[in-house]
């Protein structure tokens, strides 16, 4: 559970309810195509619309990603479970009712833990239930009416419930994100915000220190991460000021206008018990054996935790790198590439987390993408001469910006070759002249001749004054024009002093 971090006296409380798609082809009690895009009204058939006569089927393939999200996430998975009709009315939900489970999840607990900064957090899982999404109503299109998209309707979700452990905006889209990592990680979901594919609902609710809970008010379908945190932020700043005036918080259902950037109540919020919560006569209990459970497991891919673990023991690096380094899978083959190629783990790691991170985030681009800039092999190669001492990091920073910023078509076949990536990175630094200057006799003549410029310096430095070495060090390198090794000068300048 997090600590506390108040805001005008109050504590923060989010707990967060996120729909995931889940990635199969058909929808959920049907063979209704998911697939995203199609013409209104076109994917929705008997099943979807409970026409009389019809009957649910159970999907195979969305038990099965239910199942691998609780193994990723540590949770229980539930021998038997139950579908329950979740009873409510409007015009997107054509059968007057939503399957879903209610008293019996398929997945239950569990945690997700993330990197806030430099501090390591957790968050508890109550629960991870299947269900079927509602249509869809439109608005922008019609004048004076709204339209119904029934395309979505059965689509299959699995909905993912929080205890309220989080407390800040910061605090809850990191969790966000992680989820949404470990989600597109495993597929069960391809995690796309935009379409709808992967929608948080945060509960938001505020409290002075060691009171009961706060009244929540639930942010609906928040659809990026920017969105959340300034929902979130304005939501609480709403609710301290409402409470500071005289003001009781209501139960509410809001959404999140961007262009405004403030929340508006849609509707009351309702309890369980409005809904009518009763178990579906359609459909039997869920049956999941311990051996479904172990063959999904052995064939799942390494999970991000598991390989962070593995990074750690294997490459010698920190928790906090291997964390990091294991966002994507993209990213986490790219540093596997890039540190066997070079044998420096722990360079590597900082190169991919400082400078390709830095440049990847000030040009806005995917990890996928700045890859193609800069390749694994020519990573590994820039450090193996930062290694040789062929080359300062400074001056590597300089063959990394000539990369990112004109090899473009040299790296257009991603550079997977190792001679070719070394002849890339010699013929930037040939071209540049950033080769450091090893020649210890040309090295010692700079060092003589600073030193009998610098007088003064010598003298401090021998009377104690170990700053006054700075005052040498300086002239050494604007003598050489850069290109004298550092840790050579300091060498050598200590053994000339004495």
Known sequence: MSTSLLVHGYEVVIGFETHAQLSTQSKIFSRASTAFGAEANTQACAVDLALPGTLPVMNKGAVERAIELGLALG?????????????????????????????????????????????????????????????????????GQSGIDLNRAGTPLLEIVTEPDMRSSEEAVAYAKELHKIA?????????????SFRCDANVSVRKPGAPLGTRREIKNLNSFKFMQQAIDYEVRWQIEQIEDGHAIQQATVLFNPDTGETRAMRTKEDAADYRYFPDPDLPPLVISREWV??????????????????????????????????????????????????????????????????????????????????????????????????????????????????????????????????????????????????TGALEAIIDEVLAANPKNVEEFKAGNAKALNGLVGPIMKASKGKANPGQVNQLLLKKLG
């Not at 597109?184 to 709808?196: K, L, S």
């Open 75 to 143: 949770s229980h998975i539930a021998e038997r479970s139950v579908f329950a009709r979740k009873n409510y009315f409007y015009p997107d939900l054509p059968k007057g009712y939503q399957i879903s489970q209610f008293e019996i999840p398929v997945v239950q607990g569990g945690a997700v833990s993330f990197f806030l900064g430099d501090e390591k957090k957790t968050v508890r899982l109550v629960r991870a239930h299947l269900e079927e999404d509602a249509g869809k109503s439109l608005h922008e299109d019609f004048i």
């Open 184 to 196: 597109t990680w495993i597929g069960i979901c391809d995690g796309n915000m935009q379409e709808g």
């Open 294 to 439: 172990e063959r999904v497991r052995s064939e799942m891919a390494e999970l991000p935790r598991v390989m962070a673990e593995r990074f750690v023991t294997q490459y010698g690096l920190p928790e906090y790198d291997a964390t990091t380094l294991t966002q994507s899978k993209a990213m986490a083959a790219y540093f596997e590439e890039t540190a066997k190629a070079c044998g420096q783990a722990k360079l590597a790691s900082n190169w991919i987390m400082g400078e390709l991170s830095r440049r990847m985030n000030a040009d806005d681009l995917a990890f996928e993408q700045a890859q193609q800039r800069v390749s694994a092999f020519q990573l590994a190669t820039l450090i193996s001469r930062i290694s040789d001492n062929i080359i300062s990091n400074n001056a590597a920073k300089v063959v990394f910006d000539a990369l990112w910023n004109e090899s473009k078509v040299a790296v257009g076949d991603n550079m997977t070759d190792v001679a070719q990536a070394a002849s890339v990175i010699d013929s930037i630094i040939e071209a540049k002249g950033l080769k450091q200057m090893n020649d």
